[in-house]
């Protein structure tokens, strides 16, 4: 696992908590969980959030089946701001 997203489009940097609306603020779109392109999930980890962007089939699947609530979007500038 590895690639996450800390700043919007504009470099600002994501908040810990509130990803999700905050990557929505900024052009993403809620889906489903199914592998696409530009697929991001935002997992909340109690004192922070993560947003990782799902870059491959295999790391779409590292967290397919974690235990903690996610979030699926479709976030197009994700390839771009993911480090």
């Not at 700043?7 to 889906?31: F, H, M, R, Y």
């Not at 479709?74 to 771009?80: L, Q, S, T």
Request: contains cysteine; aromatic residues 10%; glycine residues 6%.
């Amino acid at each position: 696992m590895g690639l996450y997203i800390n700043k919007n489009s504009k470099g600002e940097i994501l908040p810990n908590l509130g990803k999700v609306q905050a990557l929505i603020n900024d052009g993403a779109v809620i889906t489903d969980e199914r592998f696409k392109e530009n697929l991001v999930c935002v997992v909340e980890q109690g004192l922070f959030d993560a947003a990782a962007y799902m870059y491959s089939e295999n790391e779409h699947e590292e967290f397919i089946y974690t235990v903690r609530t996610r979030t699926w979007l479709v976030y197009d500038k994700a390839k771009e701001l993911a480090k």
